[in-house]
């Protein structure tokens, strides 16, 4: 209950998350520290913060909790073939064109292991694997993620997905085997809604390359953008992942020069959880998978 305070910050989040009710869990966080003889939670307002004592508690909590998923790791390769039960989550993307044909592939290769597969984003897939409903989490690296250093997670950096730049059929540019960021200043642009990664990727992107894009769209979802430009609303940034729909008259331009965006994603476990024998083997499909993606492949560690 501890840990979960600590995660997701409140005791309401954490009684939440482990199917409890608030005053039970504040309950238990009370015969803790009875038991301790510290105090373990501290008022700030209307809610609380972790004491000094309880901070000290964490580590070492954590710190136990990653050796015995070790320990659990070294006993489950003792076994020989992966088997069991293994539970994915990802991002919709990835999973239409990554990890549901992995799934298939892992049914054919390892026929003792059996695997599930959840769609989640990125916060909610670090909530899954916390409080143990998933087993490893394909996630797009963002700043609100864990950083690399929180003991509680192992993320490996699998692949980097590049930003095509996306225009209707006709457009000057649809022609070109690539186009530098900064020939675009002067186009209209469409982006995503505000606060969500897409739009940070493209403003990022625009700045870099020296402008600021004149926005005549924003959207959620990708087959939304793509029916803006593909109506000559602007043109946009879209992931080459991302299967557009193909009955619109599009064309996909790469990027060049040297204000390319990407995504850089990770494949995230517990601490010592990609050790398992089972992520192990999944590991190595989704390496796979990646390299028979077209454009797109593994990417060095990055703290991008």
């Known amino acids: 209950m501890l840990r979960a305070i600590a995660h997701h910050g409140t005791v309401s989040g954490a009684a939440k998350s482990l199917h409890m009710s608030t005053s039970a869990a504040s309950q238990q966080i009370r015969l803790l520290a009875k038991d301790l003889g510290v105090p ?5 307002g209307r ?3 972790l004491s000094s004592a309880a901070q000290v508690l964490i580590a070492h909590i954590d710190a136990i909790e990653a050796m015995w998923r070790l320990a659990e790791a070294e006993l489950q390769a003792t076994e020989g073939e992966p ?15 990554l990890l549901a044909p992995l799934v298939d592939a892992a049914r054919k290769r390892f026929p003792a292991l059996e695997l599930r597969l959840r769609e989640a984003e990125a916060s909610e897939s670090f909530d899954l694997l916390f409080a143990g409903e998933a087993d490893l989490a394909l996630v797009e690296a963002t700043p ?44 209209p ?5 505000p606060g969500s990664m897409h739009r940070r990727h493209v403003l990022t992107a625009c700045s870099n390359a020296g402008f600021r894009p004149t926005v005549t769209g ?57 050790r398992r024998p089972s ?4 590991m190595e499909l989704l390496d796979e998978q990646v390299r028979a993606a077209e454009g797109i492949g593994p990417l060095p560690e990055s703290p991008s």
Do not use: Y
């Not at 373990?40 to 700030?44: F, I, K, S």
């Not at 088997?83 to 064109?97: K, Y």
């Not at 609303?233 to 060049?256: F, W, Y």
């Open 47 to 49: 809610g609380v913060k």
């Open 40 to 44: 373990l939670l501290e008022p700030v």
């Open 218 to 274: 924003e959207a959620r979802e990708w087959n939304v953008i793509a029916v803006m430009v593909a109506h000559k609303m602007g043109v946009a940034l879209i992931p080459r992942l991302v299967d557009l729909p193909h009955h619109l008259d599009l064309v996909r331009v790469p990027v060049s020069g040297p204000f390319t965006p990407f995504r850089h994603f990770r494949a995230v476990t517990l601490r010592g959880g990609a």
């Open 144 to 187: 609100e993620n864990p950083p690399p250093e929180d003991i509680r997670f192992d993320a490996q950096t699998v692949f980097n997905d590049p930003f095509d730049l996306v225009v209707p059929a006709g457009h000057w540019c649809a022609g070109h085997e690539a186009v530098d960021l900064r020939e675009l200043e002067r186009e």
């Open 83 to 97: 088997s069991g039960m293994l539970r994915l989550c990802g991002f919709p993307t990835a999973i239409a064109t």
């Open 189 to 193: 642009w469409i982006i995503g809604v």
């Open 279 to 282: 992520v192990a083997a999944v």
